[in-house]
């Protein structure tokens, strides 16, 4: 059967992108277009008339039962191997369909054939690729996660077990958040959406350092780092977690140290220098009442001086005080916080107030002393740098945490950091790094260790420390912590 009988019918296929070879049911070639000579190397004069098996290799099913199955079912879908003509392997998906000549029913099968042979070195690379991903998931010593959207876990590997200390059946079905210490699950899916957005936004590389429990109740502080990636049209965030547990014993030795050389100094200043003052003070009253009694000049002089000692006595009192905070050792945190407030609206005139909605009362001395340390902070710099008249601070307290705010009138951000008037140090309930940087770039000077200082108190508690602007342009510095303080 010669090629130029079907001129018409087949002619259109020469334009074709894909091989197109039409054989007999005998298994002889009576068409070939150039995209099978591309394809295969053979040229149309070289294979018109031959047998087909000429580029079908051996370890393909048998070309007869191909062809039976095609007239069978007018239709085949394969996966060959192709036979190049200098005899390299060419992988090829294959259609075949049935074609009848007129009314003669002449029957041929025409074969479409499609190169995947870079498709599948693409899928090979793929399978590798995934292949050691999924090596380096499972031996990592960091522990991984992967979760769904809505924060489920979609699979974990050794090290996030062994750290949690669950078998993977036992974490399928849970949440992230089932993993988390208070406050981060006290509303689990606000959480979730504060810290893993709507899929897309773009969370590579975000860094928060959290509370997480174990299986056994065990709470630590972890550091967790996410990712977003895509598969197969659904979004996954990834997370790696490291347990800093030594981090923060390291940084609560650190903050110890401080506080010790903290209320050091505030004893050398109230024994030492004080009694000094004290002593200098007493000399000087008696020679400005000798002078004055003898009629001698300098006597009004020597009782200026003698107030100017007096005021500063009364100034490194005052200092020492603040340093070795005995209030909050004999009285609690409530009674030190309220004489707080009275002494810098005493030293500065500013109308500081403390309120405490029902007396909380705190057992533990460190976590008090942290408190005290943060609100004392959040004050000085509510005054020295946002210049405020009036600071508020709150403090409350439930069966789960304590909150700590400071509340200022105070000048805010920087106006760099707002849109359309309103204030974005709008961050989640959850989250302090945004509010943070918000400090790090705000020309009003609130920034620097005094800030890392409160950050590093809250997170050695477990808690958190966030800042942010308010509608009714109010500063709010707001530190939450949890009663529960086995780990600390």
Same mark, same amino acid.
């Given at each position: 059967?010669?090629?130029? @009988?079907?001129?018409?019918?087949?002619?259109?296929?020469?334009?074709?992108?894909?091989?197109?070879?039409?054989?007999?049911?005998?298994?002889?070639?009576?068409?070939?277009?150039?995209?099978?000579?591309?394809?295969?190397?053979?040229?149309?004069?070289?294979?018109?008339?031959?047998?087909?098996?000429?580029?079908?290799?051996?370890?393909?099913?048998?070309?007869?039962?191909?062809?039976?199955?095609?007239?069978?079912?007018?239709?085949?879908?394969? @996966?060959?191997?192709?036979?190049?003509?200098?005899?390299?392997?060419?992988?090829?998906?294959?259609?075949?369909?049935?074609?009848?000549?007129?009314?003669?029913?002449?029957?041929?099968?025409?074969?479409?054939?499609?190169?995947?042979?870079?498709?599948?070195?693409?899928?090979?690379?793929?399978?590798?690729?995934?292949?050691?991903?999924?090596?380096?998931?499972?031996?990592?010593?960091?522990?991984?996660?992967?979760?769904?959207?809505?924060?489920?876990?979609?699979?974990?590997?050794?090290?996030?077990?062994?750290?949690?200390?669950?078998?993977?059946?036992?974490?399928?079905?849970?949440?992230?958040?089932?993993?988390?210490?208070?406050?981060?699950?006290?509303?689990?899916?606000?959480?979730?959406?504060?810290?893993?957005?709507?899929?897309?936004?773009?969370?590579?590389?975000?860094?928060?350092?959290?509370?997480?429990?174990?299986?056994?109740?065990?709470?630590?502080?972890?550091?967790?780092?996410?990712?977003?990636?895509?598969?197969?049209?659904?979004?996954?965030?990834?997370?790696?977690?490291?347990?800093?547990?030594? @981090?923060?014993?390291?940084?609560?030795?650190?903050?110890?140290?401080?506080?010790?050389?903290?209320?050091?100094?505030?004893?050398?200043?109230?024994?030492?220098?004080?009694?000094?003052?004290?002593?200098?003070?007493?000399?000087?009253?008696?020679?400005?009442?000798?002078?004055?009694?003898?009629?001698?000049?300098?006597?009004?002089?020597?009782?200026?001086?003698?107030?100017?000692?007096?005021?500063?006595?009364?100034?490194?009192?005052?200092?020492?005080?603040?340093?070795?905070?005995?209030?909050?050792?004999?009285?609690?945190?409530?009674?030190?916080?309220?004489?707080?407030?009275?002494?810098?609206?005493?030293?500065?005139?500013?109308?500081?107030?403390?309120?405490?909605?029902?007396?909380?009362?705190?057992?533990?001395?460190?976590?008090?002393?942290?408190?005290?340390?943060?609100?004392?902070?959040?004050?000085?710099?509510?005054?020295?740098?946002?210049?405020?008249?009036?600071?508020?601070?709150?403090?409350?307290?439930?069966?789960?945490?304590?909150?700590?705010?400071?509340?200022?009138?105070?000048?805010?951000?920087?106006?760099?950091?707002?849109?359309?008037?309103?204030?974005?140090?709008?961050?989640?309930?959850?989250?302090?790094?945004?509010?943070?940087?918000?400090?790090?770039?705000?020309?009003?000077?609130?920034?620097?260790?005094?800030?890392?200082?409160?950050?590093?108190?809250?997170?050695?508690?477990?808690?958190?420390?966030?800042?942010?602007?308010?509608?009714?342009?109010?500063?709010?510095?707001?530190?939450?912590?949890?009663?529960?303080?086995?780990?600390?």
């Amino acid at each position: 059967m010669k090629e130029n @009988r079907f001129p018409y019918q087949f002619s259109i296929l020469e334009s074709v992108q894909h091989g197109v070879v039409v054989i007999d049911y005998d298994g002889n070639i009576v068409f070939w277009n150039s995209s099978a000579t591309a394809m295969l190397g053979y040229t149309r004069e070289e294979v018109i008339g031959k047998p087909a098996h000429m580029f079908h290799s051996k370890e393909n099913a048998p070309l007869s039962e191909l062809l039976s199955q095609c007239r069978r079912d007018e239709i085949a879908e394969q @996966r060959w191997t192709g036979i190049h003509r200098n005899g390299d392997c060419v992988w090829m998906d294959v259609r075949l369909s049935t074609y009848k000549e007129g009314n003669d029913a002449n029957e041929l099968c025409v074969i479409s054939m499609y190169d995947i042979g870079e498709l599948l070195q693409t899928e090979k690379k793929l399978h590798d690729n995934l292949a050691l991903t999924n090596a380096i998931f499972r031996a990592s010593d960091d522990a991984m996660v992967i979760l769904h959207k809505n924060g489920d876990l979609h699979s974990v590997n050794r090290a996030a077990m062994e750290m949690f200390g669950y078998n993977e059946p036992e974490l399928k079905g849970k949440n992230i958040s089932d993993l988390l210490a208070s406050p981060h699950n006290v509303n689990p899916q606000r959480y979730i959406q504060s810290f893993f957005p709507k899929a897309g936004h773009g969370v590579s590389g975000k860094l928060q350092q959290l509370h997480a429990i174990k299986k056994d109740g065990t709470v630590f502080p972890i550091e967790l780092a996410v990712g977003e990636v895509q598969n197969e049209g659904e979004h996954f965030f990834t997370g790696i977690i490291r347990d800093i547990t030594l @981090r923060r014993t390291l940084e609560k030795e650190i903050i110890s140290v401080g506080d010790e050389e903290r209320r050091k100094i505030g004893r050398e200043l109230h024994d030492g220098l004080g009694q000094m003052l004290t002593g200098i003070r007493m000399l000087s009253e008696a020679l400005a009442k000798r002078l004055k009694a003898n009629a001698l000049p300098g006597a009004d002089e020597v009782g200026e001086i003698t107030e100017i000692i007096r005021e500063a006595d009364e100034y490194a009192r005052t200092l020492s005080r603040g340093m070795v905070v005995v209030d909050v050792e004999k009285n609690g945190l409530s009674v030190a916080l309220e004489n707080l407030a009275k002494r810098i609206t005493h030293l500065t005139g500013v109308d500081v107030h403390f309120i405490d909605t029902g007396r909380t009362e705190i057992e533990h001395h460190t976590m008090a002393l942290h408190l005290y340390r943060i609100a004392q902070e959040g004050v000085n710099n509510a005054i020295r740098h946002g210049q405020a008249t009036r600071v508020n601070i709150r403090l409350y307290s439930n069966p789960e945490h304590t909150s700590l705010i400071v509340e200022d009138n105070g000048i805010g951000f920087d106006k760099s950091l707002r849109k359309n008037g309103a204030a974005v140090q709008r961050h989640s309930e959850f989250s302090d790094d945004e509010g943070e940087n918000n400090i790090k770039n705000n020309d009003t000077g609130r920034q620097g260790v005094g800030m890392h200082i409160m950050k590093y108190r809250a997170h050695v508690m477990g808690g958190i420390l966030k800042i942010d602007r308010t509608d009714d342009e109010i500063t709010r510095l707001r530190c939450v912590v949890p009663n529960d303080l086995q780990y600390f």
